[in-house]
């Protein structure tokens, strides 16, 4: 993905989350990111994400605020209150379930190695 598709992409979600012309639904705001950064990583067109992930963060402190990055919006997406948007927004369980993967792999890479791990470990034990 290159930077003027992010930017149009930035604009269709703010669009979306947009209440009034001075306001946007902060919940759905993030749940399009986090979206978003899920589909770019998986997309094996896309190479290093490091320069998308430089180029992302002030978009989402303009937006949200100056304490908030992609980072944030994982933790939010582990959060219960990620959980209860999540519902809120009618995701589908895989949808849901993309995310708090991505939310797992990005904020406990380690945690995230073990478990995939064990699940591997348990697939190789299924007949």
Known sequence: MNFQEFDDLHEDILDRARITP???DKNIYRLSVATLWANTALDPKVGDLEPLH??????????LGSEENLLEIFRFIQSKEGDLAMKEARLTTNHCDLLTYFASL???PEGHRKWLRQTLKTLDKTP
């Open 22 to 24: 001075a306001f946007i």
């Open 54 to 63: 430089e180029y992302i963060n002030p978009f989402i402190s303009n937006t």
């Open 106 to 108: 990005i904020l406990d």
